[in-house]
């Protein structure tokens, strides 16, 4: 099983691409017990059959390709360098780089929490909207149960805010051979939301060629209700934005790390959000694997 320092600093890739951005915290409960005692590097890249972020991706379908590199000391500080790669069957684009700094520590033996910065470096720069993200996170893990919550205020041209609840579980499948180094980890995920946190990890032309408008002039283009309610502001709205179902197995040989994971995405519209498409239920699976030296 992988040490606590090991889990959280996954956490930076998964806050890149994954509906779930804590997916990776896992109730591994050999940090209990095992605390790393040098300073790490993990590399790290995930294919993701379809990037999708709070359940949304305006009407382009695409793969994602997120590489990385992940330091981490035992006191609990981590950094990490990662990027975004999108395509289809024609084209491929670096649409972004992302650099993390953080905290990651424990009250208890069961109870850990973490401090984060996150700025992100759009290609072209005029695709970002939200560039900077400053996250707390906290879990508890009961056994082979997991559950936790974080909170990311997202800062750029705009502000906007992702608040996830989580649960999870881990269960290794077997004591000795192949399946001794393999284990189920399913999660279960609420993500809630301002209008514009897809923009966190999705360029802006991605809206803007759906619905043909500037996303800073989209609430001008809307038709106007007569009468306009005096209360009506461009105000984004907060609320539930995705339901979230993962289930990762992992694979673990030496410092190597291998996971599978298929995903249900459920979006959730926002009262009032403009140019939703009608999107259903989303599925697609991610492929990882990652080195610690």
Partial sequence: MKPLFTSLILILVGQLFAQNPDINRLPDTSF????????????????NSRVLSAGR?????????????????????????????????????????????????SFTSNWRYGFSFAHTFFNPAEEGLLSNGI????????????????FTAMLGEENGYRLNLFSSGYWPLGQKGFLGNCALAPSLSG???TENIPFYTLPLTQFER?????????????????????QESSTNVFGLMSINLAVPLYYYAGN???SLSPNLVIPVPLPGETYTE???SSAFFSLSISRQF
């Fill in 57 to 105: 991706d305006f009407g382009t379908s695409q793969f994602g390709l997120f590489p990385g590199v992940f330091y981490s000391h035992p006191t609990g500080l981590y950094a990490g360098l990662s990027g975004s790669i999108y395509g289809d069957s024609a084209l491929l684009s670096y649409t972004q780089t992302n650099l993390s700094l953080g905290f990651a520590g």
């Fill in 278 to 280: 009608e999107q259903t």
């Fill in 256 to 258: 190597w790390t291998f």
């Fill in 32 to 47: 209990q017990t095992e605390q790393i005692k040098t300073a790490s590097w993990t590399i790290s890249t995930t294919f």
């Fill in 135 to 150: 996250g707390l996170s906290t879990d508890l893990t009961f056994g082979a149960f997991n559950i936790g919550t974080s």
């Fill in 191 to 193: 993500l809630f939301g």
């Fill in 210 to 230: 759906t619905s043909g408008v500037r996303w800073a002039e989209r609430k001008k283009k809307l038709p106007t209700p007569n009468p306009r309610p005096r």
